[in-house]
């Protein structure tokens, strides 16, 4: 087959891929094929729009390096990670909601004691974080795995100012105590812009849209016998709530970062000053293959 | 909104959009999401593949340099140029087909006489090149330009060997005659496999495709009140006509790169060695709106 016009091309870049040996290797090169033509047959590019195409591609691949991942970014702000998030986890009843992980996540972060104020050298609001893991059926789990990390109250996580303050802070992992419970002291994280001095902030810009998302906290809660659960616990009173640019709010995931008075805190811990609380009961969803595996192996 | 699902992400980022300013890039920001997400939802990425689909990106944004261009050899290899080249130029009767430009044209070529050996110093098989230039009409257009450029018989273009033989060869600019007429030498070119060690190489044999394209002449020509013709002319005895790797060959591209005995040439060179001869003729399509502009002008 050659002589390729616009009702034939398709079909014959089609036929090309199904030499592919692995089957879903030949299923994602079919779907992209068809996808990707129906695209372009839609918007029949200029070759001047063509060309900008490529190099808007160029440059958001050129802008990443190991501190900045622009692809992740246009991914977040076109709904496709949340999207690919959703369809990964279809959540049953009584399981936390997910959304998604974000660039910001360092794996190993340091372990504290329940408790521990993490804020290490930056200031700001004291924030409080309660709350407990369980089950989906509502049964604790103790002894789960939490990291959490998230913003200082400029938007900023420790990651991108590792040079000026020399250590990891606002980010640890703590274990659920017997009765599924945790808390520990930071604190209170602000809104902030995702980095827009790339293609994708040209991108935003020219699409009418910010590039703010709510202030939140990021968990990865992880157990036994269950699903690792990867989400952020968004502050109630955020003006970005309904815009956040990379579509990561549900409204099961938002509370209160509630003001509460200087005092004796839930902990026992006696504040000065005013400090914020945020209270979250997560729950876990149960991992069938793994307890299917643990079955087998009893 | 917020609260986004596999159902409403679509639909909200869509809704996102809207607000570009810019009519077009609205259109191509609703099209973009409308079938990124189908093709998403159509093939429903594990997280793990999300993260290949992000790296296979970004490697390819990250081979590019001022001379490769990664993420044209990805759309050549998905067809997408050559759709995008069928879109933009729905040939009428008497018109030349066109196909892709490809990554190896240069601006500002040195121009010759006709009746020049533009090999320089690259050795091969002697080529004869001869054609004329017309309208869409048959009428022989005097003065036309005609870029020409090809590969040595290695399959290497001059821009690919520049270090080693100091100048531009196998290239060149020439004028039509009064009877729109043009000829040249030059030698033979061979098929090549496009560049095929990066991320576009490790797709092709994913999908279990070889990099090749049959051996062919490039040709761009421009003459005043016609849209310039991109076209290639191919070998017709290659064996890739049929699987050329970016889906350029038309079979009205196709011509004899006739054998030919020692002896006295068509344009009177006399060749003490076997030769091959090409002949086509071009014919170029009436740019309507030049002529309009022309028309109002006078």
Redesign the interface.
Known sequence: ??????TT??D??LE??K????DR?????E?????????????????A??EAG?DF??????M?DDKR?E??LL?DT???????????HRTPAGATETTVLGPFYVQRAPEHPLGADISGPIEGTPLLVTGTVSTAECEPLAGAIIDVWHSDDDGYYDVQQLDEIGEFAMRARFRTDENGRFWFWSIRPAAYPIPHDGPVGKMLE????HPWRPAHVHFMIAAPGHRTLVTHVFAADDQY????VV?G????LIREFACMPAGTAADGREMRRPYHHLNYDFGLKADTDARRAEERAA
Do not use: Y
């Open positions: 087959m050659r002589n390729f016009d616009e091309i398709t014959a870049v090309r891929v030499a592919a040996k692995n290797i030949r299923q994602v090169s779907a992209l094929v068809r996808h990707l033509h129906a695209f372009i047959r839609e918007i029949e590019p200029t070759q729009e063509w490529i591609l160029t440059r958001t691949g050129q990443c991942q692809f992740i991914s076109l709904g496709v990670s949340m999207l690919v998030d959703a369809m990964n020219a699409q009418g849209r709530l309904d815009t956040d579509f709010v549900k409204d099961s």
